[in-house]
């Protein structure tokens, strides 16, 4: 039978699931700005994060230093070089994918899945490495019985500027008009003078340093080794199947629906945790039809996910049969039904 964990608990996750969230949201913003308005699912967007992950460890341990100025730099260095190396493989290689179909692009991205890991590999070896945190980022506060680590709060902030940034440079900014104009017809724009070309290695620029970026950030919390990419690759995707391919605001809210199912799912079903976050990516691509939006659907997405997994914790099967009625109740709304007949 499922007792409520107690209170501090509950915050505890739900602290380490919005950090988790905002890592996501990092990754996952620039992979769905790449769909937006280049059109092409980029499956070595994760190779990305770990090389910038892996030019963050070698400026920090070689060059810069682990202070509070050398780590820093070591992240801004890492996100800017991994921009470059973006520019440069959009320019040299994908352009040449645009016109061809799908398929066709998603295996030459997972070639450069597999180009970029043995370069990781020849450059940095197989062991797993980290990067200690700065002095100053290495300490916590308690806030209603819960620690909260000053490097998870960094992390948070980071996430929701980057959100505030996205949405004032494609709501507020002529540039902003450009890039939806291009997601919605490249042909109409580069006729009218815009030089497309340019517009697209800028854009996969963006998304690749917002890639080395989180791979930059990431160190001082998980160790970097060979296959880090190829993790990361599966819950981005799962990210921006349920955010909606091409939505930044869709990204942010289904890193923090993916973020707070996994932390509160081990707390709920500890067995299932790992498949708890494809259980919500399923439950989401079946509700979207009868939601108003994908925000709907990921609201009801979340309580009915975690209604499945009560079916599977023994004692626990009427709260999870009660969750999912109810929230199957307020996806369909019959009241509906019975407001047109008396009409």
């Known amino acids: 039978m499922f007792q409520l964990p107690d209170l501090t608990l509950i915050l505890g996750q739900l602290r380490g699931g919005l950090t988790t969230a905002m890592f996501l949201f990092l990754i996952a913003s620039g992979l769905s700005l790449i769909f937006g308005v280049l059109k092409i699912i980029n499956f070595a967007h994760g190779s990305l994060y770990m090389i910038g992950a892996y030019i963050a460890w070698y400026f920090v341990h070689y060059l810069t230093g682990n202070s509070m100025l050398g780590f820093w730099s070591a992240v801004l260095i890492s996100a800017t070089l991994v921009a470059v190396l973006g520019g440069l493989v959009e320019r040299l290689l994908l352009r040449h994918m645009y016109k061809v179909d799908e398929l066709y692009q998603l295996l030459f991205t997972y070639a450069l899945v597999l180009v970029f890991s043995d370069a990781c590999k020849f450059l940095w070896g197989t062991q797993s490495v980290s990067v200690q945190r700065p002095d100053a980022l290495s300490g916590h506060f308690t806030a209603l019985d819960v ?90 995707f799962i990210v921006v199947v349920i955010g909606g391919l091409g939505s930044v605001w869709g990204t942010l809210f289904g890193s923090l629906a993916y973020g707070v199912t996994l932390a509160l799912g081990i707390l709920v079903q500890p067995r299932f945790s790992i498949v708890a976050a494809f259980i919500l990516m399923a439950v989401v691509l079946i509700i979207r039809p009868w939601c108003k939006s994908q925000y709907a659907a990921l609201a009801y997405g979340v309580p009915l996910t975690f209604g ?36």
């Open 147 to 236: 620690r909260l680590p000053y490097y998870d709060l960094v992390i948070i902030v980071v996430g929701l500027l980057i959100a505030g940034g996205f949405w004032l440079l494609l709501n507020r900014t002529s540039f902003g008009r450009i890039i939806r104009a291009a997601a919605q017809d490249r042909e109409m724009l580069g006729a009218l003078g815009t030089n497309v070309s340019w517009l697209y290695t800028s854009m996969f620029m963006l998304a690749s340093g917002l890639a080395g970026l989180a791979g930059a950030l990431v160190t001082p919390i998980k160790g970097i080794a060979p296959g880090l990419d190829v993790d990361i690759i599966i819950e981005v």
């Open 308 to 343: 499945v997994l009560f079916l599977f914790l023994p004692g626990s099967v009427p709260v999870g049969i009660a969750i999912v009625l109810a929230v199957g109740v307020l996806i369909a709304q019959p009241w509906r039904f019975l407001g047109s007949a008396r009409t």
